[in-house]
């Protein structure tokens, strides 16, 4: 069955920098929506930036964060700059089925990865 895997989750200092990698098995990435999706203590899970024709990001995470895919080598990466204190959660990709529209919401993915913990101290 499909399977995603992420890593690259780590603790950092506010201001620096973090790559995560979602590597799947049994799926394969074309333009298909894909997105990184994260859920901090207490609060909802959030799209953070999704991938498929277009690309979007969540308002918090604009201009720092950067969604992209190596077809090649069948992976997704999340570069997060400037790092800061609310950027801390666990992190999930998720793979789709179809097309970009509202790739933003959960409901819209039908494969998840584990996470991958994120923790930035002030």
């Not at 720092?64 to 609310?86: A, Q, V």
Request: glycine share 8%.
């Amino acid at each position: 069955q499909v399977q995603l895997a992420e890593s690259g989750g780590r603790s950092v200092q506010a201001g620096e920098s973090l790559s995560l990698s979602c590597t799947p098995s049994q799926y394969t990435i074309t333009t298909n929506c894909m997105a990184w999706f994260r859920q901090a203590p207490g609060k909802e899970r959030e799209a953070v930036a999704t991938i498929g024709q277009y690309t979007y990001y969540a308002d918090s995470v604009q201009g720092r964060f950067s969604i992209s895919r190596d077809t090649g080598k069948n992976m997704l990466y999340l570069r997060m700059n400037d790092l800061r204190p609310e950027d801390t959660a666990i992190y999930y990709c998720a793979a789709s089925s179809g097309s970009d529209a509202r790739c933003y919401e959960r409901e819209r993915h039908n494969y998840w990865g584990q996470g991958t913990q994120v923790t930035v101290s002030s």
